[in-house]
């Protein structure tokens, strides 16, 4: 792959999944790049409008994206606030913002780094 350790993804599964092209899982988290902070921006909105319903869709939503990436700490937070939006009001979350917000900018940078760096390195 390349020579930087990544402390919020972990690429590798997705590359032995695409057969170890790194160019398919390159694409794949381009694809991340391009759609996850838009549905995080409806999370975050969904969190301070306390709409339970909206939150379950885009946890439910950016939390696949995640897995998808190897984001297993951002993955989790969201199952949590998800699980948690079915039995408490949405606005619960609110004191895990800062952190989700922290985190996704952290795995969101990440990711922009593979995308960016990893067809020049190979």
């Given at each position: 792959m390349n020579d930087h350790r990544y402390q919020h993804i972990n690429p590798e599964p997705l590359l032995e999944a695409m057969g170890g092209d790194a160019a398919a899982c390159r694409h794949m988290f381009g694809t991340f790049a391009q759609s996850a902070p838009a549905t995080f921006t409806r999370l975050e909105q969904a969190i301070h409008a306390d709409d339970a319903g909206q939150v379950k869709r885009e946890a439910h939503s950016l939390k696949s994206m995640t897995a998808l990436v190897?984001?297993?700490?951002l993955t989790d937070m969201l199952k949590s606030?998800?699980?948690?939006?079915?039995?408490?009001?949405?606005v619960s979350a609110q004191p895990r913002?800062?952190?989700?917000?922290?985190?996704?900018?952290?795995?969101?940078?990440?990711?922009?780094?593979?995308v960016d760096q990893v067809g020049v390195a190979q």
């Open positions: 190897g984001a297993g700490v606030i998800e699980t948690q939006s079915r039995a408490e009001p949405p913002l800062a952190e989700l917000q922290a985190l996704f900018a952290d795995v969101a940078a990440e990711v922009r780094h593979y």
